[in-house]
C-alpha cells in the first residue's frame, strides 16, 4: 500500500469560471490560475503523486508551459491515473477537504464524487469529498480564495 497528500489553493479572480472536482459551481468568480485552477483536483493529483513518489503537479504540469494554459483540470487527473496505473497501482479509497468561506458546496459534492470516481476508475464510495469554511479566519475565510486537502491510499493492481 502507498499513502500520499497534497494540497492547493488558488485566489479567486473577477473572470473566469469556478470549477472544483470537475463540476462547474455557479458562482460570480472563477480562479486565478494558469489551468482552471480545480483545487480539488491538483490537491489530488498531488497526494496520488506523492504516493507514487513521482513528485508533483509543477514537476509533471509545469505553469510555465503554454501547453497547460487553461486546461481541463480532469485532463491532469486523466494522465496521472495512467502514470499510476503504470505503476501497477489502483485507488483503495481518497479523501478531499475542500476549505471556502463561498459558495456553499455541499449540493454539488454529489456530482464531483461521481466525477472524479469515473475518472479514477474506481466506485464512489471509495471517493469521499468534504466541504467545510474557516468560520471567516484567514485568505479562504475572507473570500479570497479556496484550498483543499486530498490523502490517497494506493493498493497494487490485482
Known sequence: MRIGQGFDAHRFSDSGRLVLGGVEIPFDKGMQAHSDGDVAIHALCDAILGALALGDIGQHFPDSSDEYKGI??????????????????????????????????????PAMREILAQDLDTEVNSVSLKATTTEQMGFTGRGEGIAAMAVVLLIPQA
Open 72 to 109: 481541463d483540470s480532469r485532463i491532469l487527473l486523466q494522465r496521472v491515473v495512467e502514470l499510476m496505473q503504470q505503476q501497477h497501482y489502483r485507488i483503495n479509497n481518497l479523501d478531499i477537504t475542500i476549505v471556502a468561506q463561498v459558495p456553499k458546496l455541499a449540493p454539488h459534492l
